[in-house]
């Protein structure tokens, strides 16, 4: 049930009233003030190790709150959709060893008649190493025509996105496919492939809203299925993977192991810095959006000991999903005998407030109490104006528990959460408006 807040909630609603008539500054100044009783400041340096495995087995999500998210093998994959936006992007898994996408010279109305003569020559596919909304199967779209997204083009009309292009797998050493992205039509993608002869044909589809809250969905040929294999976005921050990256000066793709940031993370990067265990200048650096702004490069091998160098003078400063930002520096990497990657992170900044355009400010999610035993679990947050807030509740695998809409009034904001029957785990709390989202984890014991 929504409610006004009693108590220590009152008397800090009396403090927001006896400061309502200074400026539009001072208000938002003192908004930083009020959260500060409710949320954690900084927390101490903790060094932490991540684990891909020998051989670089594995991929893992990971969250700097919350730690490791998610755990697949990296090549148990083929082909990912893109679910969560506007790109339309398609992904090709083309770091596993002998898989290679091409782009064939026919027409989609030629797929029927494709064979592989001459394939030597053909454009080999990657994905883009700056952005999730470059798959391999986007390349090669026309620059003067903003509605071609490279495997289709989209029809303002009746808003599908319509396939045009053929293509060829090979998915292993001996095997090859093509292949043709029919449609992305009412939230559906549609896709064909077969043998090059035309054998062992099979259309798949893909329901966007089946997968709602994840980045992409993916499939594997060696088992003609669908594979969620990704944690929901709002979860993890980084992503620890083997992927192809073009190293300059040639930009030749070439097989690395690094970091990928996710979707709506940005990192600044602080190089030969004197004092890299104690500096903390965030604000001297540009936060950027490239999913690989931490990427691979802060090692090198060492061709005298062919031992793994770090580059120790290097601080990356994260600002994660939920707009805390951390300080992370790596220490050591295994390499391909253990997989690790072992860094030092620091929650420098707590999300505190986000100013929207209209002016309105909302405190990050605060949940008392927490841990809890679920009989009684609330949310606070602050506002400066009226607005209509949306609170959901999912699992730790994405599946919605609860959502709740309502309109909040100005000033502090407690709303009780459906929590008294739920089993003892760990769940996120997201909290959003037009322009703003927090998500928060909440433990029940």
């Known amino acids: 049930m929504y409610c006004k807040t009693t108590d220590l909630d009152e008397y800090l609603q009396k403090i927001i009233y006896n400061h309502s008539k200074q400026d539009k500054m001072n208000k938002k100044l003192f908004s930083l003030g009020v959260l500060a009783l409710l949320s954690a400041g900084s927390v101490a340096q903790v060094t932490t190790t991540v684990s891909v495995g020998a051989g670089y087995a594995n991929q ?11 755990t697949q093998p990296k090549d148990n994959w083929d082909l990912a959709f893109e679910i969560t936006g506007y790109s339309s992007a398609i992904f090709a898994n083309t770091q596993k060893s002998n898989f290679t996408l091409y782009r064939a010279p026919f027409d989609i109305n030629d797929y029927g008649i494709l064979d592989t003569a001459g394939i030597s020559s053909w454009p080999q596919l990657h994905n883009n190493d700056t952005s999730w909304t470059v798959g391999a199967f986007n390349r090669g779209a026309d620059p003067t025509n903003a509605f071609d997204l490279g495997w289709g083009v989209y029809d303002m009309n009746t808003h599908f996105v319509m396939g045009d292009s053929c293509f060829v797998v090979k998915a292993s050493a001996t095997s090859y496919k093509k292949l043709k992205i029919v449609s992305l039509a009412n ?40 594979i969620d294999r990704e944690p929901v976005s709002t979860s993890w921050d980084l992503t620890f993977v083997k992927y192809i990256a073009f190293v300059p000066p040639s930009a030749t793709p070439y097989g690395v192991t690094g970091v990928l940031q996710n979707k709506g993370v940005t990192v600044a990067q602080a190089d030969n810095v004197s004092s890299p265990s104690t500096y903390t200048n965030f604000s001297a650096h540009p936060f950027k959006a490239a999913i690989n702004e931490i990427g691979y490069d802060w090692k090198e091998i060492n061709m005298s000991t062919f031992a793994w160098d770090i580059k120790m003078d290097t601080v990356y ?12 520096r790596f220490i050591k990497f295994g390499g391909s005998t253990t997989g690790d990657f072992v860094f030092t992170k620091e929650k420098l900044q707590a999300t505190t407030v986000s100013v929207a355009e209209n002016g309105a400010v909302i405190s990050r999610v605060v949940l008392y ?4 035993d679920g009989s009684a679990t609330q949310l606070i947050f602050s506002n400066e104006k009226a607005m209509p807030v949306s609170i959901s509740v999912t699992d730790v695998n994405g599946r919605l528990i609860s959502a709740t809409s309502l309109e909040t009034a100005a000033g502090l904001t407690k709303l009780e959460l459906p929590t008294k029957n739920l089993q003892a785990g760990v769940y996120f709390v997201r909290l959003s408006t037009a322009n703003y989202s927090s998500t928060q984890k909440l433990i029940i014991q």
């Open 317 to 328: 400063f994260v600002q994660d999903k939920p707009g805390n930002i951390w300080k992370l």
């Open 187 to 226: 939230g559906i993608y549609t896709f064909e492939y077969a043998d090059i002869n035309g054998a062992n044909s099979f259309t798949q589809t893909i329901t966007k809203a089946s997968y709602a809250g994840k980045n992409f969905v993916y499939f594997s040929f060696a088992t003609n299925a669908l």
């Open 369 to 372: 109490p927490n841990p809890s």
């Open 60 to 70: 893992k999500w990971y969250s700097f709150e919350n730690g490791e998210m998610a």
